[in-house]
C-alpha cells in the first residue's frame, strides 16, 4: 500500500468523504460536520446483515484516535490507537491498520491521515444517512456455515476450529472433490472397501445370504438401491 498511485489516492481522499459515501452529510447529532481528512481508506468485509454500516462515532484528540463503526443491526468495529505510537515517523506511505470486531464473522482495515490542524474533535452519529460507508469500501461476504467440529460424545469444549488439517487413519482417505474444490470426501481406500462389504453385496442367493433373498413384489422389482415403495390407499 506504499505504491505512488495509492499514496495520490489517499492525498485525494484528505480532500473528500471517501471511505464515507457523497450523499452522507456527515453532520453528527449535535450539527457538527466531521472533516474529511481524517479517514482515508476503509475495507469492512461483513454479511448481508450489516450491509449498511456507517462510523457511529469519532473522536480525535492531540494524543489518540478513536472511532466506532456499526450498522442497524448492532455495533461492529471499534479502533484506538495513539498517534505517536500508531503513526509517528510514518513518512514513506500510507499505513494499512486492523479494525477490531466486536461481533463474530466480520473484518477490516482503514488508513488514517496524519494528525492535521482542524481534526481535533468529537463526533457521534446515530444513523446510516449521515455517516454512511460508500459501497465500494464494502465487502458482503456469507456468514460461516460451520464454525468447528467436534467429535461425537466428547466434551464439547474439545474442538477443531480456526485452520485445521484432517489426518486420514488406517483404511481412510480424505481428498478434495474433483469437481468441487470446497467439498472434502472422507472415503474407504480402495484396499480397504472390500474388507467393508457384506455377504450379499455379491449376486444374492439362500446360500451367501442365509435367506432366500426376496426379489420382487407381485412382479414389482426394487429400483437401482434396492428400494420397493408400497402405498395403501
Not at 469519532?58 to 468495529?77: D, H, P, Y
Not at 484506538?80 to 482495515?109: C, F, H, Q, R
Not at 488514517?112 to 464494502?138: K, V
Request: proline content about 7%.
Amino acid at each position: 500500500m506504499r505504491e505512488v498511485s495509492y499514496m495520490q489516492w489517499c492525498n485525494e481522499n484528505a480532500g473528500r468523504a471517501y471511505p464515507l459515501a457523497e450523499d452522507a452529510s456527515r453532520k453528527d447529532d449535535n450539527g457538527n460536520i466531521m472533516p474529511d481528512n481524517i479517514l482515508l481508506d476503509m475495507c469492512l468485509m461483513v454479511p448481508p446483515t450489516h450491509a449498511n454500516c456507517y462510523v457511529s462515532s469519532l473522536r480525535v484528540t492531540n494524543n489518540i484516535i478513536s472511532f466506532g463503526i456499526s450498522s442497524s443491526a448492532s455495533g461492529l468495529f471499534v479502533f484506538t490507537a495513539s498517534w505517536y505510537g500508531l503513526l509517528s515517523g510514518n513518512l514513506s506511505g500510507w499505513e494499512s491498520y486492523p479494525l477490531t470486531p466486536v461481533i463474530e464473522d466480520i473484518s477490516g482495515w482503514v488508513v488514517l491521515n496524519r494528525l492535521e490542524p482542524g481534526m481535533i474533535g468529537s463526533w457521534n452519529f446515530s444513523s446510516h444517512s449521515q455517516s454512511r460507508i460508500e459501497t465500494r469500501a464494502m465487502r458482503i461476504v456469507d456468514s460461516l456455515p460451520i464454525r468447528s467440529i467436534i467429535r461425537k460424545d466428547m466434551d464439547p469444549m474439545s474442538y477443531m476450529g480456526g485452520v485445521i488439517k484432517l489426518q486420514s487413519g488406517s483404511g481412510i482417505q480424505i481428498v478434495r472433490d474433483d469437481t468441487n474444490p470446497q467439498k472434502i470426501l472422507v472415503k474407504l481406500t480402495p484396499d480397504s472397501k472390500t474388507s467393508m462389504l457384506g455377504p450379499c453385496n455379491n449376486p444374492a442367493d439362500a446360500k451367501i445370504c442365509g435367506v432366500p433373498p426376496l426379489r420382487s413384489i407381485n412382479g414389482v422389482c426394487p429400483d437401482e438401491n434396492g428400494k420397493i415403495t408400497i402405498r395403501f390407499e
